[in-house]
């Protein structure tokens, strides 16, 4: 409880002070203020090593999340899929979201390379650009069909 208590928690403070200074989006700090994505992860997180209970459920979840797999009916799914990972994410490695896509028949995959777990945060331009190109590629898809 004490290494909770004087270790993590301040830490992860430090850590998200860091984060935040080498992903934020200086478009994003001029319309939401130099700490909109500090404040996004403080949201995000919400407390998880206030205590020990929360900290357990955190980890928790991210087991059961895994214990359930999909990955063996991702070749079945025939709708076009954008797959937008970020090269720094930690939660959910780029190298996943690359075995993704080269699963799903219809999948593009954007790696952004200066963005962590939250890309549309981080670097929201190249993450909006990805997603218009995506949707004119089916738009164009759609007409030739039609």
Known sequence: EHLRCYLLQPSMKYY??????????????????????????????NGICDDSVSL????????????????????????????????????????NSFEMARKLPNALHCCDVYSSHATILENPESCVYEMVMFIKRIQKYKDKQS
């Open 56 to 95: 357990y459920h955190w980890f928790r979840a991210f087991q059961e999340l895994h214990s359930h797999s999909v990955y063996h009916l991702l070749d079945k799914i025939r709708t076009p899929t954008l797959i937008v990972s970020g090269m720094f994410d930690v939660l959910l490695p780029c190298l």
């Open 16 to 45: 998200l002070r860091v984060y935040v200074t080498i992903f934020g989006s200086p478009l994003l700090q001029d319309l939401m203020g130099d700490h909109y994505l500090f404040n996004f992860f403080e949201q995000y997180l």
